[in-house]
């Protein structure tokens, strides 16, 4: 699994905010990382770990940041349900139930993606709208 884009978009405190949000997001997906990677030691499995692409780093606007998150999203979701089903095919139970968790998970991710994504849409380039809704990410950072 791969982690979402930590950027900050532009200059001054503006996108600050939601850069914490972002740093807070990154920190949660290593944990479900972890979380998987712990499941397989214990199963006795072998982890191997392959390079991981370098994220985009430069965005030309917020709503944009938020949109290659949700789709990093949407992908990981992809991979878990690949998962489950090659479990299901050799009937490995015990992973599917541990599989399970990760697909709730992504319900919740992707809910969240797509919300922040359409504030962003509804918004536009408004700037003091902008303002308010990096705000509000920001809220996420320290809640």
Known sequence: ???????????????????????????????HGMKLFDFVNARNGAVELTRIETPTREFESFGEVFES????????????????????????????TELQWFLTEQVEEEKTAREIVAKFRLVGDDPGSLLDLDRELGSRAQG
Not at 24 to 29: G, I, N, R, V
Not at 69 to 95: D, H, M, P, W
């Open 1 to 31: 699994m791969e982690t979402l884009p930590y950027c900050v978009v532009g200059a001054g405190p503006a996108g600050l905010a939601a850069a914490r949000w972002l740093k807070a997001q990154s920190a949660e997906e290593y944990q």
């Open 69 to 96: 998150a949700l789709r990093q999203e949407e992908s990981v979701t992809g991979q878990i349900n690949s998962l489950y089903e090659l479990c299901f095919k050799n009937k490995a139970f015990a992973e599917m």
